[in-house]
């Protein structure tokens, strides 16, 4: 009985289904779905609307920006979330970007970008994804990349990127595709 | 759903290209920077014109627009592969329409080509002045969604107009569709084997 509990406890990279909790804790116990929820909470930080920065921005969880924010923000592996709140003035470098707010300055996300209705961008951006919606506004340039193609492996075939934040994505997907 | 002839060719014309470099001058539609990023992957510079002709309207200094335009790129000479302008040319006037033709000939690289639709249909009085958002369905197929203009559409331009309007750009495809629709796909011409490329910045 233990060693089957074992078996099937969720590993620290993979979350646990629902399936799985509920075979290790008792049917009524939400112990079972606490840990999990602990740790979503833990890893989604959240800058307030009153929250004022100036300067670089890095970081290694999730993080969802109601205020103002100049400078350099930078969460490589992680998803940045510029809520209908937060005003941006920034370079910024992620995985994944969701922009309910406004930014201003360029965009770099190795996986996604994504300007939601409401949402403001004036900047370039360079992503293999773009999603723009009906209600949103875009000033600027879209650097993608032809379907198919692996990511990072167009960028980095490129021996001449017509401008030096080109080169950008190149590295951080390369990173992103070795861990 | 609207059918077009000629944007499979535009794409056509700009696959075998590296990471080309698309001018956009309608509105901005998500799915259209998405299509043509996955099928160019391409970097895609969106300037909405339909804007400042609006601001120009509002302000009534639309008279100044032909000068406006040949500022209004700060693009280099030789820089963009593709041109979509949709039906812009539907809504500027003749000196408008020759600036702008100027000002996007110089922008386009050699062998670049150009995308542009006209209407062959005098404008209609009394009707509230739409611009019209072509979002692409897929490379045969277009959705028409319309929008509040400042200006309605204008006397159409007779195809000698429309040659002079892009010279030095040569005319390679036209078709005259059944809804009034002239698609047209221009090309410049390829530069001359053994003439060296020069960076316009260099």
Same mark, same amino acid.
């Given at each position: 009985?233990?060693?089957?509990? /074992?078996?099937?406890?969720?590993?620290?990279?993979?979350?646990?289904?629902?399936?799985?909790?509920?075979?290790?804790?008792?049917?009524?116990?939400?112990?079972?779905?606490?840990?999990?929820?602990?740790?979503? /909470?833990?890893?989604?930080?959240?800058?307030?609307?009153? $929250?004022?920065?100036?300067?670089?921005?890095?970081?290694?969880?999730?993080?969802?920006?109601?205020?103002?924010?100049?400078?350099?923000?930078?969460?490589?592996?992680?998803?940045?979330?510029?809520?209908?709140?937060?005003?941006?003035? =920034?370079?910024?470098?992620?995985?994944?970007?969701?922009?309910?707010?406004?930014?201003?300055?360029?965009?770099?996300?190795? /996986?996604?970008?994504?300007?939601?209705?409401?949402?403001?961008?004036?900047?370039?951006?360079?992503?293999?994804?773009? =999603?723009?919606?009906?209600?949103?506004?875009?000033?600027?340039? $879209?650097?993608?990349?032809?379907?198919? *193609?692996?990511?990072?492996?167009?960028?980095? *075939?490129?021996?001449?990127?017509?401008?030096?934040?080109?080169?950008?994505?190149?590295?951080?997907?390369?990173?992103?595709?070795?861990? | 759903?609207?059918?077009?002839?000629? %944007?499979?060719?535009?794409?056509?014309?700009?696959?075998?290209?590296?990471?080309?470099?698309?001018?956009?001058?309608?509105?901005?539609?998500?799915?259209?920077?998405?299509?043509?990023?996955?099928? %160019?992957?391409?970097?895609?510079?969106?300037?909405?014109?339909?804007?400042?002709?609006?601001?120009?309207?509002?302000?009534?200094?639309?008279?100044?627009?032909?000068?406006?335009?040949?500022?209004?790129?700060?693009?280099?000479?030789?820089?963009?592969?593709?041109?979509?302008?949709?039906?812009?040319?539907?809504?500027?006037?003749?000196?408008?329409?020759?600036?702008?033709?100027?000002?996007?000939?110089?922008?386009?690289?050699?062998?670049?080509? %150009?995308?542009?639709?006209?209407?062959?249909?005098?404008?209609?009085?009394?009707?509230?002045?739409?611009?019209?958002?072509?979002?692409?369905?897929?490379?045969?197929?277009?959705?028409?969604?319309?929008?509040?203009?400042?200006?309605?559409?204008?006397?159409?331009?007779?195809?000698?107009?429309?040659?002079?309007?892009?010279?030095?750009?040569?005319?390679?495809?036209?078709?005259? %569709?059944?809804?009034?629709?002239?698609?047209?796909?221009?090309?410049?011409?390829?530069?001359?084997?053994?003439?060296?490329?020069?960076?316009?910045?260099?």
């Amino acid at each position: 009985m233990w060693k089957r509990d /074992e078996a099937v406890k969720p590993t620290s990279g993979q979350p646990a289904t629902p399936a799985a909790a509920a075979s290790t804790q008792p049917a009524n116990s939400p112990a079972a779905v606490q840990p999990e929820a602990r740790r979503i /909470e833990r890893d989604i930080v959240n800058i307030g609307k009153s $929250v004022v920065i100036k300067g670089e921005l890095n970081g290694s969880e999730d993080l969802t920006i109601e205020g103002h924010v100049e400078g350099r923000i930078e969460l490589k592996d992680h998803v940045l979330t510029i809520g209908p709140n937060g005003k941006i003035k =920034a370079q910024v470098f992620a995985k994944a970007v969701i922009v309910l707010g406004e930014v201003n300055g360029n965009v770099t996300a190795s /996986e996604k970008v994504d300007i939601r209705d409401g949402g403001s961008v004036d900047g370039d951006i360079i992503s293999p994804r773009v =999603a723009i919606a009906e209600g949103a506004h875009f000033r600027g340039s $879209v650097d993608m990349q032809r379907k198919g *193609a692996q990511p990072g492996q167009q960028k980095a *075939a490129s021996s001449q990127p017509e401008k030096p934040q080109a080169a950008t994505p190149a590295t951080s997907t390369a990173q992103a595709a070795a861990h | 759903m609207h059918p077009t002839k000629v %944007l499979a060719r535009f794409i056509a014309g700009l696959s075998a290209r590296s990471q080309p470099v698309l001018l956009d001058l309608g509105p901005v539609v998500g799915t259209n920077v998405s299509f043509f990023g996955e099928e %160019l992957g391409c970097k895609i510079i969106v300037e909405d014109l339909s804007k400042d002709i609006d601001r120009h309207v509002r302000d009534g200094i639309f008279d100044q627009f032909p000068a406006f335009l040949s500022k209004r790129f700060a693009q280099e000479p030789g820089s963009i592969d593709g041109i979509l302008c949709w039906d812009l040319f539907d809504y500027v006037d003749k000196p408008s329409a020759k600036a702008l033709g100027e000002q996007l000939t110089r922008l386009l690289r050699a062998d670049g080509v %150009l995308l542009a639709f006209f209407s062959t249909a005098e404008p209609t009085p009394g009707l509230k002045p739409e611009y019209t958002r072509h979002v692409v369905v897929d490379k045969n197929n277009l959705q028409h969604r319309a929008y509040a203009a400042a200006r309605g559409t204008q006397r159409p331009l007779p195809n000698r107009d429309i040659q002079r309007v892009f010279e030095p750009l040569r005319i390679v495809e036209q078709f005259l %569709l059944k809804n009034n629709r002239r698609e047209v796909l221009l090309k410049k011409a390829p530069e001359a084997a053994g003439t060296a490329s020069v960076a316009p910045s260099a």
